[in-house]
Nanobody, 117 residues
Framework: QVQLVESGGGLVQPGGSLRLSCAGS????????MGWYRQAPGKERELVGT???????NYADSVKGRFTISRDNAKSTVYLQMNSLKPEDTAVYYC???????????WGKGTLVTVSS
C-alpha cells in the first residue's frame, strides 16, 4: 500500500512563493512517475505537472516558467516549488503516484494553497 502526504500549503500574497512537499511510502516511489494536480473551487481537477523516475518534467502551460517539480528518491519525496503566485493558482494541490503503466495509481489528500492579498 502506498501512502502520499502533502504539506506546505497556506496563505501567500500574489507574487509570493511556496514549496509543497509530498512524502511517499513504499518501495515503488523510485520507479514511479509523480504528478501534482490542483482543483480550484467549482472546477475540475487539472494537471500541474509531472516528473518521471528519470527526472524528466512536464508542465501545464499555465504554470510554465513559474513552477518547478523535483524529487528526492532517497527521501521518497517530491516537491513543487511555486513562484510568482497568482490568485488563480488558489486551489487544493494533490500529489499523485503512477507506476506499472498506470496500474498503480495513488493520490494524497491534498493541501490548500490560497493566493490572496
Amino acid at each position: 500500500q502506498v501512502q502520499l502526504v502533502e504539506s506546505g500549503g497556506g496563505l501567500v500574497q500574489p507574487g509570493g512563493s511556496l514549496r509543497l512537499s509530498c512524502a511517499g511510502s513504499g518501495s515503488i516511489f523510485s520507479i514511479a512517475t509523480m504528478g501534482w494536480y490542483r482543483q480550484a473551487p467549482g472546477k475540475e481537477r487539472e494537471l500541474v505537472g509531472t516528473i518521471t523516475s528519470g527526472g524528466s518534467t512536464n508542465y501545464a502551460d499555465s504554470v510554465k516558467g513559474r513552477f518547478t517539480i523535483s524529487r528526492d528518491n532517497a527521501k521518497s519525496t517530491v516537491y513543487l516549488q511555486m513562484n510568482s503566485l497568482k490568485p488563480e493558482d488558489t486551489a487544493v494541490y494533490y500529489c499523485n503516484l503512477k507506476a506499472v503503466a498506470g496500474v498503480m495509481n495513488y493520490w494524497g489528500k491534498g493541501t490548500l494553497v490560497t493566493v490572496s492579498s
